[in-house]
């Protein structure tokens, strides 16, 4: 298997971007196996050029910097059911304790975006937007 990227989550789920620009979820780690034993590769991911692993989140972004989350991901389902268009475009993502997104846009500049457990007291029914960071002077 040969990747251009590779990210862990908290748990140890490991997940990488295949040089066909496809997603790869590690199977068959365990306790006995930290290693894993193989790799599982994703649906419908062409095109992912980096993906971040948060605590049953993975976020990708694409060639485009179109955003991807996936979808049904669970405990007993780690490789989850599809993934979803994320609004926004970033060229790099990464997934924080929250999970609270963070990502960096093609003019270099840095936005967040709380999602999951930290938008509790946001309508489920309204989506939240990416929130620019004060720049780094």
């Known amino acids: 298997m040969n990747l251009l990227y590779v990210s862990v989550g908290l748990r140890g789920a ?15 780690i365990t306790n006995m196996t930290p290693h894993g034993d193989g790799w599982e590769v994703s649906t419908n991911t062409v095109g992912m050029r980096q993906l971040e692993v948060g605590d049953c989140q993975v976020y ?11 979808t049904g991901c669970s405990s007993t389902k780690p490789e989850g059911t599809g993934w979803e268009l994320v ?5 790099h993502i990464a997934v924080g304790e929250g999970p609270v997104l963070w990502g960096v846009d093609y003019a270099h500049q840095v936005w967040f975006k709380a ?11 309204k989506e939240l937007l990416w929130e620019q960071a004060q720049p780094v002077d």
Request: net charge positive; no cysteine.
């Open 14 to 28: 490991v997940w990488g971007v295949g040089v066909d620009g496809k997603a790869y979820r590690r199977t068959g």
């Open 87 to 91: 609004r926004g475009t970033l060229r």
């Open 115 to 125: 999602v999951g457990e930290a938008r509790k007291d946001v309508d489920e029914d």
């Open 60 to 70: 990708g972004t694409t060639n485009e910097h179109q955003i991807f989350r996936l």
